[in-house]
């Protein structure tokens, strides 16, 4: 696009063309969202096409040609600078403002084209999305959309709001924003229909026929418009009053203004419902805080006492004496005003993990990115990046979707986390812990864990049945049926006697739990595969343009020379279930045949039984870190080594160096450290850090899932 911009401005001789046929191979793969209005979910396309180019390109940048406001930061930019994975900041990222455009359309362009091509020069690949239309400019803000798409030489992916419309007006939009891209020499690539009726989105695929560029559709889908409680409040001008500070990020699906009786106010609830009612109601507030907690009624999102009155000092009391966790908020709005104020649109930031969540799963869903991305002519990467690679283990792990166990249902990043596999379709899941209770604090949380099976350990009546087994197992222990009985109560161990029977594929655990507690029972029920007789862990660390594995960081502390073998083995063959070649280094602290001692007569040891139990498996030791890494220290210290230089795969001689390592590379250069993964156990078992984010809880459920693919293949 960029060439033929050039070509057509400047003509064609011959110096020119080869001048600038060398800035098209450099220049970065660029797409512009744009749309014909405001509310069309705009946001969401963005996010969506911003995850599958970091997906599959190293530096993706995003750029904003008019800004919003010059006075409010840019939500949306915000939003997709948090995910793209280029070195930008939100400065760099914007073009001009409105009141540019205003003044001098044309030297807008120019100064938006110039502010562009430097982001551009640090990027693989720049989102562009177009004006919000919070400010019209002209006659038609697409068509100047249009002209800024082809003075950047990027290709325009149209989003369309479908929301209130026939699927032939759908299609009528679509060409009336053929004709005015056209105008401008804008090239349309494809067009994303958002925010439609469910029950018609085949029907407004195939109207939009009518327009020859790949087309998609997406229904709308309210949590994403939903504000959130924290948005309620500040949209009523209101305070909290009480309540857990968390669920203040929940979404109210529904506003309802509590005018009628209690028990007609308790007959129209719904989940995800905020309240209005004055303060000096006793009678409904006590009922809906209790209706809140009370097992059979649905979940609220919160309460707003209006009118400015509190609760009387009795009744203020009791409320404290419950302590409620809903959010109670007050304003001194009166009841019409703030059911006014409370029809507020919500918004797609940063906070709103649920809804970025959402929005990623609906265009994962409905959008064929493969497609998309060859519209765009994104190149083939030659690196490995940690949002690339994050990536890939979804989308290993969603193509043969496995049941993994979470014993630890109380904890609240399990049920994030669990709300984010399920949306995104990563695995199914059984969750553990008293259903009423698990399910009751998801609600609460916002997160949708409907789709989860939540077993109870202790009333399950797979206990007395895993109970006998276990007794089996552990016979020459001298393991009784009741002692068993009191065994399986516990989350560990019901959880890893799911994955022995095989009712679960996989489990992790840990977020709350120790290691020991965690993988002791794997070590008692599901034992070591054939070949090895050692559990060990690999890191998966993610730097800017690979992935490597370092084994062992987390399990063994002082491995002998046999149990360096079976780590070795171990992690050249986790590796290679995550798309990594494995050259595994040996690691001392020298390198060949100049070093000696207990220690590097260790490491030498290991590799020659590696070499006997794996002669196919490429290895290197005694090495030094340098020259297991550095291709010019290799050509010094091993010239002839097929691992040199070029390892994929680091065994470090003991935990103390591989904790140490691992850690030191994560915090100095960056790296992402995902693991520890448990490797040689029949079955897979990994363990959490206890520090654990929702992110990482959803990498190792992912990886979790392709270990059980991989293990049945």
């Known amino acids: 696009m960029i060439f033929q911009q050039f070509a057509v401005r400047w003509g064609n001789p011959a110096r020119t063309l080869v001048k600038l046929a060398s800035m098209a191979d450099i220049a970065p793969s660029t797409v512009y969202i744009a749309s014909p209005e405001g509310d069309t979910g705009k946001s969401t396309v963005a996010l969506g096409v911003l995850q599958m180019l970091c997906a599959t390109t190293p530096r993706v940048g995003v750029f904003r040609p008019i800004s919003r406001s010059t006075t409010q930061r840019d939500y949306i930019l915000e939003l997709l600078l948090e995910h793209s994975t280029a070195d930008i900041d939100y400065d760099q990222a914007i073009g001009v403002g409105y009141e540019q455009v205003h003044a001098d359309p044309d030297a807008a362009i120019s100064d938006i084209v110039m502010r562009f091509h430097e982001v551009a020069k640090v990027c693989d690949a720049v989102v562009i999305v177009g004006s919000d239309y919070t400010d019209v400019a002209g006659p038609s803000e697409l068509r100047y959309n249009a002209r800024i798409a082809a003075n ?20 009528e939009l679509a060409e009336l924003c053929v004709g005015e891209l056209g105008a401008e020499h804008a090239q349309l690539v494809a067009i994303i229909a958002n925010r439609c009726d469910p029950d018609a989105l085949d029907e407004i695929a195939d109207a939009l026929r009518v327009v020859d560029v790949p087309s998609w559709t997406l229904p709308e889908v309210p949590l994403l418009s939903a504000p959130t409680i924290a948005e309620l409040c500040e949209a009523i001008d209101g305070e909290i009053y009480s309540g857990d500070p968390e669920l203040m990020q929940r979404e109210a699906l529904h506003v309802m203004v509590g005018g009628m009786t209690a028990e007609h106010i308790l007959e129209r609830l719904s989940d995800g419902d905020a309240v209005i009612v004055p303060g000096d109601r006793s009678d409904a507030l006590l009922s809906l805080v209790n209706a809140h907690e009370a097992e059979g009624f649905p979940s609220l999102a919160g309460i707003i006492m209006n009118g400015g009155m509190l609760p009387h000092p ?11 966790k809903l959010p109670i908020l007050t304003t001194e709005l009166g009841t019409f ?25 609906l265009m994962e869903q409905r959008v064929d990115a493969r497609q998309l991305l060859r519209r765009i002519e994104v190149p083939i990467p030659s690196v490995v990046t940690p949002q690339m690679f994050e990536y890939q283990l979804i989308e290993r792990a969603r193509a043969d979707r496995r049941r993994i166990v979470l014993p630890e249902g109380s904890d609240d990043r399990i049920l994030r986390a669990a709300g984010r596999v399920l949306q995104r379709k990563i695995a199914e899941l059984t969750i553990l812990g008293d259903e009423a209770a698990v399910r009751g604090r998801a609600a609460e949380l916002g997160v949708d864990i409907a789709e989860a099976e939540v077993l109870n350990p202790e009333t399950s009546s797979l206990r007395d049945e895993f109970a006998k087994e276990y007794t089996v197992l552990r016979a020459h222990r001298g393991m009784t049926e009741d002692r068993a009985r009191e065994y399986l109560s516990d989350i560990s161990y019901f959880g890893t006697m799911m994955v022995y029977e095989g009712i679960a594929d996989g489990m992790v655990s840990g977020a709350a739990h120790t290691t020991a507690h965690t993988i002791r029972p794997s070590f008692e029920i599901i034992k070591t595969e054939p070949g090895v007789s050692t559990v060990s862990s690999v890191f998966l660390m993610c730097l800017a343009d690979r992935v490597l594995a370092y084994g062992d960081c987390a399990v063994v502390p002082d491995p002998t020379a046999e149990q ?27 390198t060949g045949e100049s070093g000696s001692g207990v220690d590097v ?14 002669p196919q498996l490429l290895v290197e030791g005694p090495i030094q870190y340098d020259a297991a890494i550095e291709p010019t220290v290799a050509s010094t210290k091993l010239p002839n080594s097929e691992v040199a230089g070029r390892a994929t795969v680091f065994v470090f001689p003991d935990l103390n160096t591989g904790n140490n390592t691992y850690k030191a590379v994560q915090r100095s250069a960056g790296a992402v450290a995902i693991g520890p993964v448990l490797q040689g156990l029949r079955k ?6 206890r520090g654990a984010l929702v992110a990482d809880i959803v990498n190792t459920v992912a990886i979790t899932a392709i270990q059980a693919q991989t293990g049945t293949e």
């Open 337 to 361: 005003d703030t059911a006014v104020a409370a029809r507020t649109r919500g918004r797609v930031s940063l906070s709103s993990i649920r809804k970025v969540d959402t929005a990623l799963a």
């Open 684 to 689: 897979p078992v990994n363990d959490l850090s």
């Open 314 to 324: 009795s009744i203020a009391r009791l409320i404290a004496g419950l302590k409620p």
């Open 601 to 614: 007569d260790k490491v030498r040891t290991a590799t020659a039984l590696v070499h006997e139990r794996a």
């Open 152 to 171: 950047l030489g990027a290709p325009v992916v149209l989003a369309l709001r479908g929301s209130d419309r026939t699927p032939a007006q759908v299609a």
């Open 564 to 590: 360096l073998a079976d780590i070795a083995i171990s992690s050249a063959r986790t590796a290679q279930q995550f798309g990594i070649a494995p050259r595994v280094a040996m690691l001392s602290y020298s």
